[in-house]
């Protein structure tokens, strides 16, 4: 049962709340069950969510600020014009979430799975994707430039006229990616070149 009165919760069952408009700020969850649970409308702001499931969850319209996302799935959930700004994504599952019109501006995307998601035209320059897979992600038209690649994986996503201009990489797997006039700079056609076994001179 969940109170706001009670800001932190761990191993609760909260799939039947309707946080539906709530302001939720400082509060913590751990190893909770959210899945159905109505999060849309809502104000999440530095809040920590760790180990938690929100399949099927509807977070539509949310804003999430300053917020910390660790270990947790996100499978058939819908992020309709949700925003994260300034957050801590690390280790999230989104494969199989509706992210239509989601935003991520600034913070982290780490070691996250977005394989086979719909993320045309996504916004995601200048933050970290380090670690995260986009395997056979639609990415066509998608902003990721200055983002750190470090061992993102992109095999078999679309990346046509993708944005990779000043976008960091090392250990990289793009080698099996789409791409048709993908924007990359001279540092980036270095790293592809090297991936070929050809040298840039």
């Not at 932190?8 to 159905?36: H, I, M, P, S, V």
């Not at 099927?56 to 996100?74: I, M, P, Q, W, Y």
Request: hydrophobic share 40%; net charge negative.
């Amino acid at each position: 049962m969940f109170s706001l009165e009670q800001n932190t919760y761990k191993n609760a069952r909260l799939g039947d709340t309707d946080f539906t408009d709530a302001e939720l700020r400082g509060y913590t969850f751990e190893n909770c069950d959210l899945r159905g649970a109505m999060f849309s409308g809502a104000l999440l702001e530095k809040c920590r969510f760790s180990a938690c499931a929100f399949d099927f969850s509807r977070l539509n319209d949310v804003l999430a600020r300053g917020c910390s996302f660790e270990n947790c799935t996100f499978s058939g959930a819908s992020l309709f014009v949700t925003a994260f700004e300034n957050c801590r994504v690390s280790g999230c599952s989104f494969a199989g979430a509706d992210l239509t019109g989601w935003a991520v501006r600034g913070g982290t995307l780490e070691y996250c799975v977005l394989d086979h998601c719909p993320l045309k035209k996504q916004d995601f320059s200048g933050i970290s994707l380090r670690g995260t897979s986009f395997a056979e992600a639609d990415l066509e038209k998608a902003d990721l430039s200055g983002c750190d690649l470090t061992e993102t994986v992109f095999r078999n996503a679309q990346l046509k006229e993708c944005d990779l201009r000043r976008a960091k990489f090392s250990r990289t797997d793009i080698r099996f990616a789409k791409m048709q006039k993908t924007k990359i700079d001279l540092e980036g056609a270095v790293y592809l070149a090297g991936l070929l076994g050809a040298v840039v001179n």
